[in-house]
């Protein structure tokens, strides 16, 4: 700039003089938008681009962090580069400032600065649980997904189901995914495939997820098979029967339980002991499955083994020994006295013969006489090719002791044991018929003879053999007062069928089932004034 003076009058003339003014250019500085970043679980660099400045070299700084950490700091301050170091897993907010210094160093121009602000959001962080180890079931039970979390910024979770099929209680975003549940679908096997996945929270941090497996392991099945029959022996040969199980899912193997004493099964062959061959009676035997893999308990499931009965019991009638006096045994003759073999007998009977007995009529100390005799004579004749009659009686003089006690005791012991020989009589006659022969009995064992009909009775059942039901019939040539009892083939009572009073020429059906019946022989006996019809049944399982 100049500055002059005026002209004064005078010689003198103006004069001038200058001045400088110097105008420095201003330093300016832009340190950039907000910047937002997630946490992370290692360090993170944060690079600290969009910034600007002129008139001088700008540089970065930290002005400050909250939470304060002193791991936050510069890995390159300058304008180009400048990048943030932030230490793993910190959430906050962080200052920086980026400065420029007087362009001109002493000069009129000041330094300037700019702040800009970074913030580190916290991340999101998902458990889904498990693994879950379940058995297979038809009516699965629900499992509740405990063990699953989510974290950081997520504050809900919802649940899906990958693969493996099933429900879950609820698929929306929940703030405590632990309470959901998951039911597999009935009967399935395999693997399971969940997946949690959290909200998308506000800032940079996304939805996170994580899967869970339920295994579903196969449940053992077993089904011990039956119904077995362990039959009689073929040429003296050991008495067993094969069992067959049948098992699968989780099961690879059965083992066999047997009651103490009562025998042995080796490969799935049941052997049975001395005991349980003479007991007769069925045998419960256990089958349990090896422990399946997983969770999946043993099975085990029961079934019953009955026996065969092998050389069943026989026995030939009153009217067979009235009318065969040619095959009494050689020890007694039709004209032996009665009191002979049985002295305890009442006085009434001093002076009867045998076959006198045996046509006696009447019940109570008759009816034992008669059907003493007819016992008496079915033992004597027991033998390889003659009569395998009950072993209650396995000897003459078991009989004679059992009748003599009766008739002493009195009262309706006659009656009782004279039912029971009765039934034992009635068991089915192995002997033919006149002339004397030891030719076997030509009927069916399980019969549809009548073993000892009563005069002008018909009785029958069908099917026989049965397996479920079968149906008795009889008509009453002469009707009145009868009683319908099924023995079994040792002569004890198996069940009343019926009792009453039957019209003459009517015909009558009782149904029977298989309910507590092992397999084997039973006898239907039928017994009115005339006297007893015994009708052979033959169950089979």
Aim: hydrophobic residues 35%; proline residues 8%; aromatic residues 6%.
């Amino acid at each position: 700039m100049q500055l002059a003076s005026p002209d004064p009058e005078g010689p003198c003339p103006a004069i001038t003089d200058t001045r400088i003014i110097n105008i420095s250019p201003a330093a300016t500085v832009e340190a950039g938008e907000p910047i937002s970043v997630c946490q992370s679980a290692s360090a993170q660099s944060v690079a600290l681009t969009g910034a600007s400045a002129t008139g001088g070299t700008a540089t970065w700084s930290v002005v400050s962090s909250n939470p304060v950490n002193a791991g936050i700091t510069l890995s390159n301050n300058t304008l180009a580069s400048g990048s943030l170091s932030v230490p793993a897993n910190y959430t906050g907010s962080v200052v920086v400032r980026l400065s420029v210094a007087d362009p001109d160093g002493a000069g009129p121009c000041q330094a300037v600065s700019d702040e800009r602000t970074i913030t580190i959001y916290p991340g999101v962080t998902v458990e889904a649980g498990g693994p879950n180890d379940v058995c297979q079931s038809a009516n699965p039970a629900p499992i509740t997904l405990t063990g699953a979390t989510i974290g950081g910024g997520a504050t809900t979770g919802a649940w899906s189901i990958v693969s493996g099929g099933g429900t879950l209680s609820t698929t929306a975003q929940v703030a405590n995914p632990a309470t959901v549940t998951y039911t597999p679908a009935p009967n399935f096997t395999g693997m399971v495939t969940l997946r949690l996945t959290t909200n998308d929270p506000s800032g940079p941090c996304g939805a996170n997820n994580d899967t869970r497996i339920i295994n579903v392991y196969p449940a053992a099945t077993l089904n011990a098979g039956g119904p077995y029959v362990v039959p009689c022996a073929i040429n003296g040969g050991v008495r067993q029967v094969t069992l067959a199980p049948a098992f699968g899912g989780g099961a690879t193997s059965v083992t066999w339980s047997v009651p103490a004493g009562m025998g042995t099964v080796v490969n799935n062959v049941y052997t049975p002991s001395a005991t349980a061959l003479a007991a007769g009676t069925p045998v419960i035997l256990t089958a349990m499955t090896n422990d399946p893999a997983g969770p999946c308990p043993v099975v085990s499931a029961q079934v019953t083994v009955t026996f065969a009965v092998c050389n069943p019991p026989q026995g030939c009638t009153l009217g067979y020994w009235k009318n065969h006096t040619d095959r009494w045994c050689s020890s007694y003759t039709p004209n032996t006295l009665y009191r002979n073999v049985f002295v305890n007998a009442p006085a009434e009977f001093y002076n009867l013969t045998l076959l006198q007995a045996l046509n006696l009529g009447g019940g109570g100390i008759y009816n034992l006489a008669r059907q003493s005799v007819a016992a008496l004579l079915n033992i004597c004749s027991s033998g390889a090719n003659d009569i395998n009659y009950n072993p209650a009686f396995p000897t003459i003089t078991s009989l004679v002791t059992a009748v003599n006690t009766a008739y002493r005791t009195g009262g309706t012991a006659p009656g009782t044991l004279a039912s029971t020989l009765d039934t034992y009589n009635n068991a089915g006659c192995p002997l033919a018929g006149s002339p004397a022969t030891t030719k076997a009995y030509d009927k069916s064992p399980t019969g549809d003879d009548l073993l000892a009909a009563g005069s002008g009775t018909e009785l029958s059942a069908y099917p026989n053999p049965y397996t479920n039901k079968a149906t008795i019939e009889f008509t009453l040539k002469e009707g009145g007062d009868y009683t319908l009892v099924l023995h079994d083939i040792r002569g004890a009572v198996v069940k009343s069928i019926s009792a009453g009073k039957a019209e003459s020429g009517k015909k009558y059906s009782f149904e029977i089932g298989n309910e507590n019946m092992a397999e084997g022989i039973y006898l239907a006996r039928l017994s009115t004034k005339k006297g007893n019809t015994v009708y052979r049944i033959s169950l089979r399982r």
